[in-house]
């Protein structure tokens, strides 16, 4: 079978990007060795930049998932109270992941692309202006051809490690245990942000330190109001022992809720118990040759709330290059610029997912570390720049000030309102705001991959890239046409 992509891994960074390829008009197969979709709750939801791009993708149409900036949200232990700025600059999506699978699955089936489950790629070698990927089927082993390979395929990607590519950093020395846990409602009480049970008074949902460790609990009902009120999300994290067995059980969950806060608590009913180890890696490249790496298989990162933001904002950089490279209408270094742009915005996820580790850690230095920080938060410079640093708005892929930002927070609110419908086809647009519409003529010959839409005296014009990344805004017209040339080729 001759393929131009094969995608391995159906996690969300996989789903979406066979979505992105869809809409550019390049069907995928996406491979994935589970037979089934992992029931067990992960991700509660989406944090950062990712939300706002689903919706303007129209992903979210129909749905009851809508991006919402919030009041408040942690860093590390710390919380930061960004109902004090005048906007949230922290958008968050509540949506279990399971839901978000199916959401993605289902978009990515509407245009084309196939999942197959229980296939698992394992193995792969260069062909000719292709590759051969051998992969395990439900009957046996089976070899596919394709143009490209894209490793979706998590933390242990297979596809990362044959294509020999390293995953330098570091492992945390704590373990974290995790379960969806019941307490009766008679025992417990929640009134301003904190819960009260058994004598002990905890913050919600952020950390809570103590001297052997942390403990963050959540009320299952604030990601999805249709639960059972009297359920939790429990987690608590300390020091990983010598050896930590594979599975987790009800008796050591409650121990080391003991351990951690010195009491029990009055918890029943734990599901979907588990143990992790965090680690934080980056790989060296995010593409070697036909083979690329996106989500999990690229980055890992210390603490949660980020990796699902970096894993689909790389699915959507990724997506609308590599179909140009497929249809063969892509520009000489076009694919290069994936690794460009997206490995320094991992390495900045990174970075400031272990500055949450440093301050989650035990220690006089690390308790001075927070009372500074603390203190810092409480002006509205430092706590923006951190809100933005989560939101993934940091982030630019040009020079600036608006070259290689994010155009609807670029662009005067008319102008953004013009970015919706060619942003949902997955197609570029010139904004263009001259009185004569002489921009939008220059886009003449890219026609098959640029839409205009014409605003007379609004802001400066600009070209938006299909990811919704300004390429160009209010420059000379050889400066668009350069651009034009620069980013979709030379007619």
Not at 173 to 198: C, K, Q
Not at 293 to 306: E, N, V
Request: some cysteine; aromatic content about 6%; overall charge negative.
């Amino acid at each position: 079978m001759n393929l131009d992509v094969v995608i391995a891994g159906a996690g969300p960074t996989g789903l979406l990007l066979a979505y992105e390829l869809g809409l550019a008009g390049v069907p995928a197969l996406v491979l994935d060795k589970a037979q089934r979709p992992d029931e067990q709750p992960r991700a509660n939801g989406l944090v950062g930049q990712i939300t706002r791009v689903l919706a303007y993708r129209g992903l979210l149409d129909g749905t009851s998932f809508h991006p919402m900036a919030v009041p408040r949200f942690p860093f590390g232990p710390l919380s930061l109270e960004l109902d004090r700025l005048e906007a949230s600059p922290l958008h968050v999506l509540p949506i279990p992941q399971r839901d978000l699978e199916e959401l993605l699955h289902d978009a990515a089936a509407g245009v084309g692309a196939t999942v197959q489950r229980g296939h698992e790629v394992v193995g792969f070698e260069k062909k000719d202006e292709g590759l051969v990927v051998r992969v395990q089927g439900p009957t046996g082993e089976y070899r596919l051809t394709a143009r490209y390979l894209v490793g979706c395929d998590g933390a242990r990607s297979f596809v990362r490690k044959h294509a020999g590519i390293a995953f330098p950093g570091i492992t945390s020395d704590e373990v974290a245990r995790i379960a969806r846990v019941t307490m009766p409602a008679d025992e417990v009480a929640i009134a301003d942000g904190t819960l009260a049970v058994r004598g002990v008074q905890l913050a919600l949902v952020r950390p809570n330190r103590t001297a052997t460790g942390s403990i963050t609990i959540t009320p299952q009902s604030i990601l999805d109001p249709s639960v059972d009120p009297d359920v939790y999300i429990l987690a608590t994290s300390e020091p990983r022992p010598p050896h930590l067995p594979d599975t987790l059980t009800f008796d050591e969950l409650r121990a080391s809720v003991r351990r951690v806060l010195g009491t029990d608590l009055p918890i029943t009913g734990a599901r979907w118990l588990r143990s992790t180890v965090g680690n934080s890696r980056q790989a060296d490249t995010y593409r070697a040759e036909r083979v690329f790496l996106a989500g999990d298989a690229a980055h890992l990162f210390a603490t949660g709330g980020t990796a699902l933001n970096a894993g689909l904002l790389d699915a959507v950089n990724l997506g609308w290059k590599l179909a140009a490279a497929v249809k063969g209408t892509a520009p000489a270094g076009l694919l290069d610029t994936y690794h460009a742009e997206r490995h320094p915005a991992g390495r900045r996820a990174i970075t400031h997912t272990r500055a949450q580790a440093a301050l989650s850690s035990s220690g006089e230095n690390a308790d001075a570390l927070r009372e500074v920080l603390a203190e810092l938060l409480r002006y509205p410079s430092p706590l923006t720049h951190l809100a933005t640093l989560m939101e993934g708005a940091d982030v630019t892929y040009g020079p600036g000030p608006l070259v290689g930002t994010w155009a609807p927070d670029a662009l005067d609110e008319h102008m953004a309102a013009a970015l919706i419908e060619p942003l949902r086809g997955g197609r570029a647009v010139l904004v263009d705001s001259t009185d004569d519409g002489k921009l939008a003529a220059i886009t003449g010959p890219w026609r098959k991959w640029v839409d205009v839409a014409e605003t007379p005296g609004s802001g400066p014009s600009a070209l938006v890239r299909p990811d919704g990344y300004l390429a160009w805004a209010d420059g000379a017209p050889d400066g668009l046409h350069e651009t034009l040339a620069k980013w979709f080729g030379t007619p």
